[in-house]
C-alpha cells in the first residue's frame, strides 16, 4: 500500500492547511462508518450514561413540557445514533431530521434510523434546512471538526426557533496527562513511533482555546443567537477494555492514524498494545479516560417591543 497524500505532506514537511484536516476527516469517515459510535458507544460516565445519553438527557429535558411534538436536527449525525438516543427519549422530541456531508455516513444512518426521519447531506455554514425549522438541534463530537466555528454556530442558531435548545458533546483539549497513566503512555508511544517513522513531530491537531469551557461559553455570546452564552459541563467517560481491543476500538479510529499506511498502523498497535499491557489491572483490562464536556445554549427570544 502506498502512503497516503497526507503521509506524503508530513514527509515533505509541508504546512498542514485546514483543508487538509477536512480531506482527512472525509476519508476516514468514507472508509469508516459508523466509526464514531464503535469507539464511543461502550464508554460510560460516572452516572453510568454513555456521551450519547447524556447530550439526549441533556436537550429533552428542555424539552419536556413542550405540548406539540418537537423537531431535533443532528447536525454532523453520522450514523444517526445521537439523533436515535434522541427520539428514543420520554419527552417532548418526536420528529427528527440528520444532516452530515458523508454520503457513506447517511447510508449507516438509514440502516439505524429507518425510512420515516428525512437524511439531508450537507455541513454547518451551509445548512440545507429552512430558518426556525427545530425545536432541538444536537452534535455529537462534531464541532471540533467545523473549519469555520462561528459561522457553523450561527447556522446553527438559525435553525432554531426561539427559546431552542443548542447541546453538543465536545472534545475537551487536551490535558497534560500525570505520569505512568495509560494517557501518558499512549502520548509517548505515538511520539516515539512519529519521530522514528517521520523524523519530525506530531502534527498540530486544530483543536485550540475555544474549546476550553469559557472559551466555548465565550463564543457562543458572540453569535446573535446565543448571546446569553452557554453552559459548559464535564461530560467526561471512560473505557474498560483489553489492551488489544482497546486499541482495535478506539486507538485505531483516530483520524490521524487512518491516514498511515497498513504496515505502520500493525507497527504503532505492536507499540501501544505493549506498553498498554504495563498498565494493565489483573483482569488484565486497562482503563481510558475521554475527557468530554457538554454544551447547552439556548435560542435568544426576540427583544419584546415598546
Known sequence: MSESWFVRKVREGSTLLPQDWDRLVDAHHTRSPGGTFSAFAPARGPAGLSSYETLARAVTQTVEHTSAPGVVVDVACGDGAALAAVLRGPHGLRSGVGVDRSSAELVGARRRLGQDVPLVQGE???????????????????????????????????????????????????????????????????????????????????????????????????????????????????????????????????????????????????????????????????????????????????????
Open 124 to 306: 454547518a455554514g451551509r445548512i440545507p434546512l429552512s430558518t426556525a425549522c427545530a425545536d432541538a438541534v444536537v452534535c455529537h463530537l462534531g464541532l471540533m471538526l467545523f473549519t469555520d466555528l462561528p459561522r457553523a454556530l450561527a447556522d446553527i442558531g438559525r435553525l432554531l426557533r426561539p427559546g431552542g435548545t443548542f447541546a453538543a458533546i465536545v472534545e475537551a483539549p487536551p490535558t497534560v496527562p500525570v505520569a505512568d497513566s495509560l494517557e501518558y503512555a499512549w502520548g509517548k508511544v505515538l511520539n516515539d513511533f512519529w519521530n522514528s517513522e517521520f523524523d519530525s513531530d506530531l502534527p498540530d491537531l486544530p483543536l485550540d482555546g475555544r474549546f476550553e469551557p469559557a472559551g466555548l461559553a465565550e463564543l457562543c455570546r458572540s453569535v446573535s443567537a446565543f448571546s446569553a452564552g452557554a453552559t459548559v459541563t464535564d461530560a467526561s467517560v471512560s473505557l474498560s477494555l483489553s489492551p488489544e481491543d482497546l486499541w482495535d476500538r478506539f486507538f485505531s479510529g483516530i483520524y490521524l492514524i487512518s491516514a498511515l499506511t497498513e504496515r505502520q498502523k500493525r507497527r504503532l498497535r505492536a507499540m501501544a498494545v505493549t506498553s498498554f499491557r504495563c498498565h494493565a489491572a489483573p483482569d488484565h483490562t486497562v482503563s481510558l479516560h475521554i475527557h468530554l464536556n457538554l454544551l447547552v445554549a439556548r435560542r435568544a427570544q426576540p427583544q419584546a417591543m415598546d
